[in-house]
């Protein structure tokens, strides 16, 4: 059973240009988490997706961040007009549910993103 | 709001040896689960041992156990037996109960750098 898979794995971008980041769940996961991991810090949650739907963005700045999870296909991260500070690796987790519950989360090896 | 707080930035084992890692959290919360991933240079986030609050009993994962005070809000890692390969980051997280409502979302503590002597 194919683990989790980001692509690409790592991403450089120069100001102002857009970033795509992919995450494909494990097979028979419906749900998605993305989470931002900061330079000596820990992960920081962004967004929890199902398929065709946003469940939670809280954890998403406001502005040129988005998410989305599609009924086929991996879920993206957009971010557009990229800044020196978007650079971080992003974790993609999924996860199955059982009895409505989501459990155990299963992270990808992440997207490091380098801005210039 | 929860938080995780792990206050050993670095710690340092010899090979063999045993080495405890600490971490505390805070929550008004009576059912949530908690865990400890490990991060190795590779940067692939690994569960290594997981506990759920309804459960007085620690859990245990072959050299990997935990020490469970939920009145203290403690939850540290004991690694017995160290090995080289043990060297990475380790968080802590905490999660709510998905029966309460919660999206589930993991919430991580800063690190700490587990470093391994032979």
């Known amino acids: 059973n194919a683990g989790v898979m980001q692509n690409p794995r790592h991403l450089v971008r120069r100001r102002g240009q857009e970033a795509r980041l992919r995450c494909s769940p494990m097979?028979?996961?419906?749900?998605v988490y993305w989470y931002r991991q900061l330079p000596e810090e820990g992960l920081k949650f962004m967004v929890y997706l199902q398929k065709e739907n946003i469940i939670d963005e809280s954890g998403m700045p406001k502005e040129r961040f988005s998410a989305e999870f599609p009924k086929e296909g991996p879920s993206i991260l957009r971010i557009q007009q990229v800044v020196r500070g978007d650079s971080a690796a992003y974790f993609c987790a999924s996860s199955p549910v059982v009895a409505g519950a989501s459990y155990e989360q299963y992270f990808g090896p992440g997207t490091r993103l380098t801005v210039t | 709001a929860q938080t995780v707080t792990q206050s050993q930035p670095e710690m340092s084992v010899q090979e063999a040896e045993t080495v405890t890692l600490s971490c505390t959290y805070d929550?008004?919360?009576?059912?949530?689960?908690l865990f400890w991933y490990k991060q190795p240079p590779s940067r692939q986030m690994i569960l290594v041992i997981r506990q759920e609050a309804y459960k007085q009993q620690n859990a245990t994962e072959n050299r990997f156990s935990v020490n469970f005070q939920k009145a203290a809000k403690s939850f540290s890692l004991k690694i017995s037996d160290s090995q080289l390969g043990d060297a990475a980051m380790y968080f802590c997280a905490y999660r709510s109960s998905p029966y309460g409502g919660s999206q589930g979302n993991l919430i991580f503590g800063k690190g700490t750098k587990l470093s391994v002597k032979p």
């Open positions: 929550t008004s919360e009576s059912d949530y689960y």
């Open positions: 097979k028979g996961h419906s749900h």
